[in-house]
């Protein structure tokens, strides 16, 4: 299989509701953020991160720090899919169709 297959490379897909009534809540949910940021996550709405990953091998580190990043409360999903189909993804502001623009897209180094 070709090695930048768009069937190969994978995306992260971050998607959580965390609890912001407290000042300690509200510290947790920006300190999960600031960590998954930290691990090249980008924000694609609020509350929804994407990662850009070159293989499933790849994508599985990163969803094993994002889980070890957990916060005590509050929702997380954790969604793999291919770049084939992050491709098709249909992103509307105001009922406008928009360009998705692939966020975080990173150079592989041999």
Not at 5 to 14: A, F, P
Not at 77 to 102: H, R
């Amino acid at each position: 299989m070709d090695r930048f297959s768009e069937y190969r490379i994978m995306w992260v897909l971050v998607l959580f509701d965390l609890p912001t009534e407290t000042k300690k809540e509200r510290k947790a949910a920006a300190d999960f953020r600031k960590h998954i940021m930290g691990d090249g996550f980008t924000m694609f709405q609020f509350s929804a991160y994407v990662r850009h990953c070159p293989s499933r091998e790849n994508a599985d580190v990163h969803i094993k720090r994002v889980k070890s990043m957990l916060p005590e409360f509050g929702q997380v999903g954790i969604l793999c899919i291919t770049d084939k189909q992050f491709g098709e993804i249909e992103v509307f502001y105001s009922q406008k169709p928009q360009k998705v623009e692939a966020p975080g897209q990173q150079l592989e180094l041999f």
